[in-house]
T-cell receptor, first 115, second 110 residues
């Protein structure tokens, strides 16, 4: 009965590799997000999708490509991983449209370590 | 762009002492949200304030939203070890993005 789930929980990989993180929510929410939390715990939004449509695309390298096959899933693919990509990536969802001021529900996070 | 500043960055208290974290925005906020992240965990929504001057309480936690809707505070009375974690304030900007403060990491010594 997990609300927002992410896989994998930990990801250790070499520089230059390509990896994907998956996210699923069973809350029936319309909007999903990807956040990056750095080593100083600063949380920064990367992307947001509303009903499979990209609505927020922050200034992130184009090596990061989100995909939303349906409104319950939002995946993140990262090409050519770099050391600076090491962080915790959180998926989140919220009840309605991207511009509504609703609380966000976060997944457990994926700790990515690039060696 | 909009910035949300939060102080202090760290706070170490003895169990039973009070704790306050402050949040300031460079622009007027439509609302302010507070989240708590336990060590090794994920952010969990605590509360949302919408009205100017609003005050809300959750047991030992008191949340305030400033009259100008540019600042907020979270006060914990008589901290317990279960209060340990990082507390974030966050506000939506006009583009619909939730902008987080840097967080205040609270440690409580038993």
């Amino acid at each position: 009965d997990t609300a927002v789930s992410q896989t994998p929980k930990y990801l250790v990989t070499q520089m230059g590799n390509d990896k994907s993180i998956k996210c699923e929510q069973n809350l029936g929410h319309d909007t999903m997000y990807w956040y990056k939390q750095d080593s100083k715990k600063f949380l920064k939004i990367m992307f947001s999708y509303n009903n499979k449509e990209l609505i927020i695309n922050e200034t992130v390298p184009n090596r990061f490509s989100p995909k939303s096959p349906d409104k319950a899933h939002l995946n993140l693919h990262i090409n050519s991983l770099e050391l600076g990509d090491s962080a915790v990536y959180f998926c989140a969802s919220s009840p309605s449209g991207g511009y509504s001021y609703n609380e966000q529900f976060f997944g457990p996070g994926t700790r990515l370590t690039v060696l | 762009g909009q910035q949300v500043m939060q102080i202090p960055q760290y706070q170490h208290v003895q169990e039973g002492e009070d704790f306050t974290t402050y949040c300031n925005s460079s622009t007027t906020l439509s609302n302010i949200q507070w989240y708590k992240q336990r060590p090794g965990g994920h952010p969990v929504f605590l509360i949302q304030l919408v009205k100017s001057g609003e005050v809300k309480k959750q047991k030992r936690l008191t949340f305030q939203f400033g009259e100008a809707k540019k600042n907020s505070s979270l006060h914990i009375t008589a901290t317990q070890t279960t209060d340990v974690g990082t507390y974030f304030c966050a506000g939506y900007n006009q583009g619909g993005k939730l902008i987080f403060g840097q967080g205040t990491e609270l440690s409580v010594k038993p």
